[in-house]
C-alpha cells in the first residue's frame, strides 16, 4: 500500500462545477497535509495545508480532512479552465513534525471543460 | 511566502559528468529539502538540509551520488554526480516556512544524454 495515494483520474469536470479530489494516507500518525497545484512545466504552488478535521477554505478551494477515516480532499467550486493541472496531496509524516518533509501522492490530473 | 531562485533552470548533460544546482532563498530559512520529479512521476525527498549539520538522506538516496552544502540560512546546493540517463529528472528545492507552510522553487530541468 502507498503512503498517500491519489487517483491519477485524469478528472474532467464543466466549467462552472464543483471539482471534488480525493487523497488517502495510510500513516495515523500523519499531523498536517497539504495541496499543491501543479501545471505542466512548472514546479508546484501550494494551495493551501488543513491540520484538524474538518473544513478549511480558502476562497473557491476547500480542504476536507477526516483522520478517523486517513481521508483527506480539496473541493474547487465554480472550476475554470485555468484549474486544469496536476493537484499534488502531501502528508507530513510521523514524528518528522520538526522536518517538515512531505510524502507525495501521484496526482489527479484535473481537466476543467469550456 | 518566500522566493525560492533555483540555478540552472534547465540543462542538457553528457552522462558521467556531475552538476550543482543552487538555491536561494530570499529570507533565512531553518529546513531546505531537496526533491526529485522523475518523468510523469511525483515528488519524492531526496535529503534534509540544515545548516550547520549534515544532511539526512532518504533511503535510496546517498551523499556519494547527491552531495549536498547549506553554508548559511539562505543557501544550499545539490550536486548529481556521476550522472546517467536514469538522473534526468526535475530537481525541486523547498523550504519550511513559519506556520508549517512548505513551498517550492522553480526547479532546475536536467536532461542527462
Known amino acids: 500500500q502507498k503512503e498517500v495515494e491519489q487517483n491519477s483520474g485524469p478528472l474532467s469536470v464543466p466549467e462552472g462545477a464543483i471539482a471534488s479530489l480525493n487523497c488517502t494516507y495510510s500513516?495515523?500518525?500523519?499531523?498536517?497535509f497539504f495541496w499543491y497545484r501543479q501545471y505542466s512545466g512548472k514546479s508546484p504552488e501550494l494551495i493551501m495545508f488543513?491540520?484538524?478535521?474538518g473544513d478549511k477554505e480558502d476562497g473557491r478551494f476547500t480542504a476536507q480532512l477526516n483522520k478517523a477515516s486517513q481521508y483527506v480532499s480539496l473541493l474547487i467550486r465554480d472550476s475554470q479552465p485555468s484549474d486544469s493541472a496536476t493537484y499534488l496531496c502531501?502528508?507530513?509524516?510521523?514524528?518528522?513534525?520538526?522536518?517538515?518533509?512531505?510524502?507525495f501522492g501521484s496526482g489527479t490530473r484535473l481537466q476543467v471543460q469550456p | 511566502s518566500a522566493v525560492i531562485s533555483q540555478k540552472p533552470s534547465r540543462d542538457i548533460c553528457q552522462r558521467g559528468t556531475s552538476l550543482t544546482i543552487q538555491c536561494q532563498v530570499d529570507s533565512q530559512v531553518t529546513m531546505m529539502f531537496w526533491y526529485r520529479q522523475q518523468p510523469g512521476q511525483s515528488l519524492t525527498l531526496i535529503a534534509t538540509?540544515?545548516?550547520?549539520?549534515?544532511?539526512?538522506?532518504e533511503s535510496g538516496f546517498v551523499i556519494d551520488k547527491f552531495p549536498i552544502s547549506r553554508p548559511n540560512l539562505t543557501f544550499s546546493t545539490l550536486t548529481v554526480s556521476n550522472m546517467s540517463p536514469e538522473d534526468s529528472s526535475i530537481y525541486l528545492c523547498s523550504v519550511a516556512l513559519s506556520g508549517n507552510t512548505i513551498y517550492f522553487g522553480e526547479g532546475s530541468w536536467l536532461t542527462v544524454v
Open positions: 488543513i491540520y484538524s478535521n
Open positions: 538540509a540544515n545548516q550547520g549539520s549534515e544532511a539526512t538522506y
Open positions: 502531501a502528508v507530513n509524516r510521523e514524528g518528522d513534525t520538526g522536518r517538515r518533509a512531505l510524502t
Open positions: 500513516d495515523r500518525g500523519s499531523q498536517s
